[in-house]
């Protein structure tokens, strides 16, 4: 779950950067997503709950599973274009 917010809110804070607009999203991200995310990872690192090997294979789980709904969306454009 943490490694889903923190990824997510990449999601959110990365169009505002690259196209300087806001992002829907941004406020949720930058409030709650972050701070969460960090907070779930200290604690579980902290108190040896996870390893450094588990904290980064959640990561890349995270990654690759926010990924989703990109993949998604492109199959949706490419078929919208042979119709």
């Given at each position: ?12 804070i ?18 709650l ?26 990561l ?24």
């Amino acid at each position: 779950i943490f490694s889903l917010l923190l990824i997510n809110s990449l999601a959110h804070i990365a169009p505002t950067i690259k196209q300087v607009k806001y992002s829907p999203g941004l406020v949720s991200a930058s409030l709650l997503f972050i701070p969460i995310g960090l907070a779930g990872y200290t604690d579980l690192l902290d108190n040896n709950i996870i390893t450094i090997k588990e904290f980064v294979a959640s990561l890349l789980i995270g990654a690759l599973w926010m990924c989703v709904p990109f993949i998604y969306q492109a199959i949706r454009i490419t078929n919208e274009g042979k119709a």
